[in-house]
T-cell receptor
Framework: GENVEQHPSTLSVQEGDSAVIKCTYS??????FPWYKQELGKGPQLIID?????GEKKDQRIAVTLNKTAKHFSLHITETQPEDSAVYFC???????????FGSGTRLQVQP | NAGVTQTPKFQVLKTGQSMTLQCAQD?????MSWYRQDPGMGLRLIHY???????DQGEVPNGYNVSRSTTEDFPLRLLSAAPSQTSVYFC???????????????FGAGTRLSVL
């Protein structure tokens, strides 16, 4: 099955700074890489995803990059705001189970 | 649409008790799944279903049972609760169960379970 590793486990930045979260995956056949945001007391919610036929995708202040050769992908948040404070999860397909395998999560804290 | 609804939100059990966590979705999704979330370990798949009448095991299935008699409902049963099952449980659903395909999962708000 797929193995996804995520770093760092915690990240603290000042408001307005950028934040980067990195993930690696093991299955070279994986072709879809979503990122989820989990706010306190809520379930995870998809914020951005990328298919393997593109290297980068942007949506306002967030972007995801993918390096298929190295089997890693990253989430970039620019101009961070206090409402960006949450736990972020990366994921990759577990094709054997038709499911997603999630990383261990990154707790992002944006200091005002 | 209510999306994915989980009940109860909180539950305390004694070791050996049984209970059922309820999950319902109103989006006509074929695929439903249960995850548990533990500190530092992300979301781990317990069981999943690709349609009514079809279920399969995930990464950590021991101690849990599921059934899928309708498209809407996917309950998770704890047969004999143990302290190791103290966790936050999330139910999710999605359109596409296809292998490797874009699989946007919609999560419920979770059930926080403590087993004493």
């Amino acid at each position: 099955g797929e193995n996804v590793e995520q770093h760092p486990s915690t990240l603290s930045v000042q408001e307005g700074d950028s934040a980067v979260i990195k993930c690696t995956y093991s299955d070279s056949a994986s072709n879809y890489f979503p990122w989820y945001k989990q706010e306190l007391g809520k379930g995870p919610q998809l914020i951005i995803d990328i298919r393997s036929n593109v290297g980068e995708k942007k949506d306002q202040r967030i972007a995801v990059t993918l390096n298929k050769t190295a089997k890693h992908f990253s989430l970039h948040i620019t101009e961070t705001q206090p409402e960006d404070s949450a736990v972020y999860f990366c994921a990759a397909p577990d094709t054997g189970r038709r499911a997603l395998t999630f990383g261990s999560g990154t707790r992002l804290q944006v200091q005002p | 649409n209510a999306g994915v609804t989980q009940t109860p939100k909180f539950q305390v059990l004694k070791t050996g008790q049984s209970m059922t966590l309820q999950c319902a979705q109103d989006m006509n999704h074929e695929y439903m799944s249960w995850y548990r979330q533990d500190p530092g370990m992300g979301l781990r798949l317990i069981h999943y279903s690709v349609g009514a009448g079809i279920t399969d095991q995930g990464e950590v299935p021991n101690g849990y049972n599921v059934s899928r008699s309708t498209t809407e409902d996917f309950p998770l049963r704890l047969l004999s609760a143990a302290p190791s099952q103290t966790s936050v449980y999330f139910c999710a659903s999605s359109y596409s169960p296809n292998r490797g395909a874009k699989n946007i999962q919609y999560f419920g708000a979770g059930t926080r379970l403590s087993v004493l």
